[in-house]
Nanobody
Framework: QVQLVESGGGLVQPGGSLRLSCAAS????????MGWYRQAPGNKRDLVAR???????IYADSVKGRFTIFRDNANNTVYLQMNSLKLEDTAVFYC??????????????WGQGTQVTVSS
């Protein structure tokens, strides 16, 4: 079975940095796009950044210029480098990936979520 394992969340002061990682494992034939979403208390889950199969990326306006998404395709891993963190970045961050199994069936998978807390 496919599993997305996240790491790197934690507590950081405003202006600090964190790097999140998400490794996909299991019955994987191919991964197309991968991305990061986040959900703050009382809000819906929103896109943070997305890395498409062809190498293009998109970012939420609120993180553009501060966050960078990149991938290590050999290890089926996607990262989110977060710099200049703000109080309003506090949220549960979720990894997402579009994955094909050995039968050629595509579906979207979510990680379990990792807490990022920015506090002074």
């Amino acid at each position: 079975q496919v599993q997305l394992v996240e790491s790197g969340g934690g507590l950081v002061q405003p202006g600090g940095s964190l790097r999140l990682s998400c490794a996909a494992s299991g019955s994987i034939t191919k991964i197309s796009n991968m991305g990061w979403y986040r959900q703050a208390p009382g809000n819906k889950r929103d896109l943070v950044a997305r890395f498409f199969d062809g190498g293009s990326t998109i970012y939420a306006d609120s993180v553009k210029g501060r966050f960078t998404i990149f991938r290590d395709n050999a290890n089926n891993t996607v990262y989110l480098q977060m710099n200049s963190l703000k109080l309003e970045d506090t949220a549960v961050f979720y990894c997402y990936a579009d994955i094909a199994d050995p039968f050629g069936t595509w579906r979207g998978y979510w990680g379990q979520g990792t807490q990022v807390t920015v506090s002074s």
